[in-house]
């Protein structure tokens, strides 16, 4: 049984392969004093610590902590959902960043402790090629838009669709 706190997955055989990339990398949820350094990894609202906080008060949550030589350098706020009816629950890790593999294997971990069925992320980074990874239908992305803020009004509204300009009229 391995234990989720401790876990280095770097291998001694793999300082042969790779020695300038060896280091010990730990995995276990964050703790209330490393909230500062969460938020300033966070590359989304919806990864930071306020958000978790939010969700927390209705689902639970994980924070997923990803330490190389004793340093937080990534993390991955999950949200656990009950299935009605179903003694399962399901993952949700909105706009992270790319997960490696063994953050993925780490995240499978987790949901089995949970009892979960599957973990869906949705990185805010674009797709990778080579992932193993399958491509899911985003359930904010694609409703996601990024405004230009330092334009007019008025340039702002030339850029929309006539319907949208006519819905904010009314």
Known sequence: HRDLHSFPTRRSSDLMLKPYNWFMVEYREVQEGERERWDELAGHPMQSWAWGEFRGQRQPINRLGVYED??????????????????YHFGYVPMSGWPTEEDVRQLSGWAKRRNAIGVR??????????????????????????????????????????????????
Do not use: C, D
């Not at 004793?70 to 003694?87: A, D, E, F, H, I």
């Not at 193993?132 to 405004?147: A, C, D, E, M, N």
């Open 121 to 170: 992320l949705e990185p805010a980074a674009s797709f990778a090629i080579h992932s193993p990874l399958q491509r899911g239908r985003g359930l904010f992305k694609p409703k996601t838009y990024l405004w230009n803020l330092t334009l007019s009004e008025e340039e702002l509204l030339q850029r929309m669709h006539q319907k949208a300009r006519y819905n904010i009229k009314v």
């Open 70 to 87: 004793g340093t937080l350098q990534r993390g991955y706020l999950v949200v656990w959902t009950k299935l009605p009816k179903l003694p």
